[in-house]
């Protein structure tokens, strides 16, 4: 199986990494420390998970012990929705840069297609709120090409963008984007946005490759399944003597996506890690590829505000 995706400039980076959304301060530092020694490279934070601060001090501590090198290391950050002003996006770097300790990223996304005011929290309201006509993803795109250009991160991409809104970035953006980072597992395939990147050179990286069943309750449906529980899973994980969380890595890996699992627990953070060494079959491929459900867990509703200017169909652009 591929481990790395590489980049034009010769750039590699690990497709399994660890996911820091939901890693609470307190336990974030001992889970980054724990997946540096287990052999992972690859770090996956953002400045809204509020826990940067954290991570930056773990990666500082396994640098200075030694355990690995800055070059070693892949570190994608993204920038916040209230940063999308020209003047706010290379302070919004720069914050994050001081927070994880380090003088450059491997690589900055745009975490959504909205924009809020500087400073705006939830609740939301209309007010707080600030519409893609009036700040375009293209000016806020061209200050990531600036922080590209100057090497405060290495390689620029997105996040939770729509083909259409990639397509956009491709005609018009003078760097094009080399990343989209998407809910993906097998409740939600999007085989379409794979096929779409691939032919693009965009790669993909799947979040929530779990399903994310500790997502806050504001982002549950009362009605879910839980993916981990799949009995589909959990069938191939035992013929191959693996968990279901190995089933659903090695699926999206084998699929050519990247992978950014989330755990704070040190067994199952080796236990993703050792996903990279199961090999799935064609007919379990296929299996897993009957599961879809079009089931988009983190589906942007919070941005969906009445009297607002984001709605649902016009952010996956449906
Ligand atoms: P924990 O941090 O206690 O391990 P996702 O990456 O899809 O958001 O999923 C993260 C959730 O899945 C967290 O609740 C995490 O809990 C849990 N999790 C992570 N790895 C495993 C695993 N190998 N088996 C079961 N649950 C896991």
């Known amino acids: 199986m591929v481990t790395t995706f590489k980049f034009k400039n010769g750039d590699q980076m690990p497709i399994l990494g660890l996911g820091t959304w939901k890693s609470a301060p307190g336990d974030v530092y001992k889970a980054v420390k724990a997946a540096i020694a287990a052999g992972y490279r690859h770090i996956d934070c953002a400045h809204i998970y509020g826990n940067e601060a954290e991570v930056g001090h773990a990666l500082?501590?396994?640098?200075?012990?030694?355990?690995?090198?800055?070059?070693?290391?892949?570190?994608?950050?993204?920038?916040?929705?209230?940063?999308?002003?020209?003047?706010?996006?290379?302070?919004?770097?720069?914050?994050?840069?001081?927070?994880?300790?380090?003088?450059?990223?491997?690589?900055?996304?745009?975490?959504?297609?909205?924009?809020?005011?500087?400073?705006?929290?939830?609740?939301?309201?209309?007010?707080?709120?600030?519409?893609?006509?009036?700040?375009?993803?293209?000016?806020?795109?061209?200050?990531?090409?600036?922080?590209?250009?100057?090497?405060?991160?290495?390689?620029i991409g997105v996040s939770n963008f729509s083909m259409a809104k990639l397509q956009d970035l491709l005609e018009n953006a003078r760097l094009k984007p080399e990343m989209n980072q998407i809910e993906l597992h097998p409740y939600l395939q999007q085989t379409s946005m794979l096929d779409f990147c691939e032919e693009?050179?965009?790669?993909?990286?799947?979040?929530?490759?779990?399903?994310?069943?500790?997502?806050?309750?504001?982002?549950?449906?009362?009605?879910?399944?839980?993916?981990?529980?799949?009995?589909?899973?959990?069938?191939?994980?035992?013929?191959?003597?693996a968990?279901?969380?190995?089933?659903?890595?090695?699926?999206?890996?084998?699929?050519?996506?990247?992978?950014?699992?989330?755990?704070?627990?040190?067994?199952?953070?080796?236990?993703?890690?050792?996903?990279?060494?199961?090999?799935?079959?064609?007919?379990?491929?296929q299996t897993i590829a009957e599961l879809d459900l079009n089931r988009r867990y983190v589906d942007g509703t919070f941005w969906q505000v009445d009297g607002g200017p984001y709605t649902l169909a016009a952010l996956w652009d449906l």
Request: proline residues 7%; negative net charge.
């Open 243 to 285: 968990t279901p969380a190995q089933v659903l890595l090695s699926w999206a890996m084998q699929r050519g996506t990247a992978v950014i699992p989330k755990s704070v627990n040190p067994d199952r953070i080796k236990q993703n890690l050792a996903a990279a060494d199961l090999s799935l079959t064609a007919a379990d491929m």
């Open 200 to 241: 693009n050179n965009i790669y993909l990286t799947a979040y929530s490759p779990l399903g994310s069943a500790d997502r806050p309750d504001s982002l549950k449906a009362d009605d879910e399944p839980v993916l981990l529980e799949n009995p589909t899973i959990a069938t191939i994980a035992k013929h191959h003597g």
């Open 60 to 155: 500082s501590d396994a640098f200075s012990e030694g355990v690995v090198t800055r070059e070693q290391m892949w570190i994608t950050s993204k920038l916040w929705n209230d940063s999308h002003a020209p003047e706010d996006v290379r302070p919004a770097l720069k914050e994050t840069l001081s927070n994880l300790q380090l003088e450059y990223l491997d690589l900055y996304l745009i975490h959504w297609p909205v924009a809020l005011k500087k400073g705006a929290t939830f609740p939301l309201t209309p007010e707080k709120l600030v519409s893609l006509e009036v700040l375009p993803i293209l000016i806020t795109w061209s200050e990531m090409e600036g922080l590209a250009d100057e090497g405060l991160c290495r390689h």
